[in-house]
């Protein structure tokens, strides 16, 4: 099994050039690959893999954006392997191996001009850690920060939420311009590992992902990613995901206590701003 390589992405197409006395190809279509997770222990399946790495027979084949349609030169039972990729910080330039999820392998049987098409469902290493925030239950696993002017709602219109009964939400106006909310769990570190917050978001105006910790005594507070609006030029607001690396700041020495933060002040030339979260996870070895 091939493992994700974390943080390195070298795009590499070692397809070999057609010539006329080049061997027939085959063909493998990568079309919607997706996520199975258990929703008890690792919550929801929901997903952004906007590349994938291809492998037959452990010979590299490059980096392909779904749907893709990739020659290769072998026919008959062939052993591919597909790893899923993201956009880190949801980075169109930065794409990696998502570090968590398991390698698609399958015994595909090749034939020589045709197409073969495969829709990879990818699932989650086994032993992992979970943070998840779901909305899905009563309460919250955040707390609204005192100098929050509003507050987080659980909104549960079917025509505002992303999957199961329940999304978060938050609104912001001009009378009421800021909030934040912080993780009620102080974190510890596991390493040096890679941790990951996925989050799916709809929203009109850009927010904050920063993270709190203690260093020394002090409590040091690091704005770390502003996500933007995923309203468009129709006026249409679809949901989205992004993959949050928060590695470096979870794996700093000499801090402790660590929580992370979401908070949106509105635009001075803005009137009011609307934010829909769900399936908050963070995802650690």
Not at 103 to 120: I, K, S
Not at 133 to 158: C, I, N, Q, R, W
Request: charged share 25%; with cysteine; hydrophobic share 40%.
């Amino acid at each position: 099994m091939i493992r994700a390589l974390g943080y390195a992405c070298v795009f590499l197409l070692l397809l070999p050039s057609c010539k006329k006395d080049d061997k027939v190809p085959s063909y493998l279509e990568v079309r919607d690959p997706s996520v199975s997770a258990d929703p008890l222990t690792e919550g929801s399946s929901s997903s952004k893999i906007t590349e994938v790495w291809v492998y037959v027979e452990d010979e590299a084949l490059g980096v392909w954006e779904p749907p893709a349609r990739v020659p290769i030169l072998a026919s008959g039972s062939q052993r591919v392997q597909v790893i899923a990729g993201i956009r880190r910080n949801g980075i169109s330039s930065d794409i990696i191996q998502y570090p968590f999820y398991e390698t698609w392998e399958a015994p595909l049987d090749l034939v020589l001009q045709q197409t073969t098409v495969v829709e990879p469902v990818f699932t989650y290493f086994d032993g992992l850690d979970f943070w998840i925030e779901a909305f899905e239950d009563p309460g919250y696993k955040f707390t609204v920060a005192a100098e929050s002017d509003t507050t987080l709602y659980t909104e549960t219109d079917p025509g505002l939420v992303f999957e199961g009964n329940a999304s978060g939400a938050f609104y912001l106006d001009q009378q009421r311009p800021f909030f934040r909310c912080v993780t009620d769990e102080d974190f510890t570190s596991n390493g040096t590992g890679p941790v990951f917050l996925e989050l799916d978001y709809r929203c009109d105006h850009r927010f904050l992902i920063g993270v709190y910790y203690d260093f020394g005594g002090t409590v040091v507070q690091e704005p770390f990613l502003f996500v933007s609006s995923t309203k468009r030029e129709d006026g249409g607001m679809p949901w989205n995901k992004i993959h949050v690396d928060l590695s470096s700041l979870f794996n700093q020495p000499g801090i402790s206590d660590r929580e992370f933060y979401i908070e949106s002040q509105l635009d001075l030339d803005a009137t009011s701003a609307e934010f829909y979260l769900d399936n908050i996870k963070l995802v650690r070895n």
